[in-house]
């Protein structure tokens, strides 16, 4: 991965679950890692943790939903550096449930940090990138946005739209220097299922149905990082989900099991 090497990135979400291994491994091939997260302590100890190492981070507090803070960030990065190489939007909550029992304030939060906080950071490092005529943003998307997710309909519209907004400003960009790739995972083992919320349900209970192996952070992490040196277009894994995405694009019937299981197995919880 020497392409990382001396080259500046922010990450988002990076005290905890991809986030954090993602700005590890970046830390580990040299890159000038901007540690960013809404949990200032933890995005401090992240950062410390890859300097104790021999990287070289800074730690940035940040909510993404709030523009004038995902600004503040990416700028400063700039700033500092007099350029911006890769920026990773992976900050992102989870809420599982029926649709009927999320009240507003469930669609506005989980829209706000998935889909609009993947935007600004888009929408606010892209003309950086286009002005110095190279770069690379990396959206964290979900396997469940290429296909449909009952009991987390909120969660999946939000992944849905990153993949439209990164594949269709992919097209746009590519003439002007600048890449563009979405991260699309099964079920990682990260912290999200610790953190998510579940209405009406007992989280334990309903992630412990959850029909595959959880594949390990770090792994998932170098398999990002490989698909963005290699500029993916859709980095979907592991094998699982690239076949359920398979067979919905040739048959949505043939995922169906699969569709339909995911709420049956929350209305037995």
């Not at 309909?153 to 849905?160: F, G, N, V």
């Not at 390990?216 to 859709?234: H, S, Y």
């Not at 169906?256 to 709420?263: A, D, F």
Request: charged share 20%; hydrophobic share 45%.
């Amino acid at each position: 991965m020497d392409q990382f090497k001396g080259k500046v990135a922010i990450v988002t979400g990076g005290a905890s679950g991809m986030g954090r291994t993602v700005c590890e491994e970046l830390g580990k091939v040299g890159a000038l890692v901007t540690v960013a997260d809404i949990n200032a302590d933890g995005a401090k100890e992240v950062a410390k943790s890859i300097d104790d190492n021999g990287g070289q981070t800074r730690a940035e507090q940040l909510n993404v939903a709030q523009a004038e803070e995902v600004k503040r960030v990416i700028e400063g990065a700039y700033s500092e550096h007099g350029r911006l190489d890769y920026i990773f939007n992976f900050a992102g909550i989870l809420i599982v449930g029926e649709a009927f029992d999320m009240d507003l304030e469930d669609w506005s939060h989980i829209f706000d940090v998935n889909l609009k906080g993947v935007a600004y950071g888009t929408a606010i490092a892209y003309p950086i990138m286009v002005k110095q005529g190279f770069g690379h943003i990396v959206n964290m998307s979900s396997y469940q946005g290429l296909i449909p997710a009952g009991a987390a309909t909120a969660y999946s519209a939000t992944k849905h739209g990153v993949i439209g907004l990164s594949t269709s400003l992919r097209s746009e960009a590519v003439q002007l220097g600048v890449k563009v790739s979405v991260v699309c995972p099964g079920f990682i083992n990260t912290p999200l299922f610790q953190t998510a919320e579940t209405l009406k349900a007992d989280r334990e209970e309903v992630f412990s149905g959850i029909p595959f192996k959880l594949m390990d952070a770090k792994d998932a992490a170098k398999t990002i990082l490989k698909g963005v040196e290699r500029n993916q277009k859709i980095i979907i894994f592991p094998f699982y989900a690239r076949l359920f995405w398979y067979l919905y694009r040739i048959n949505p019937i043939l995922a169906s099991p699969l569709v339909g299981g995911l709420i049956k197995n929350f209305r037995a919880v």
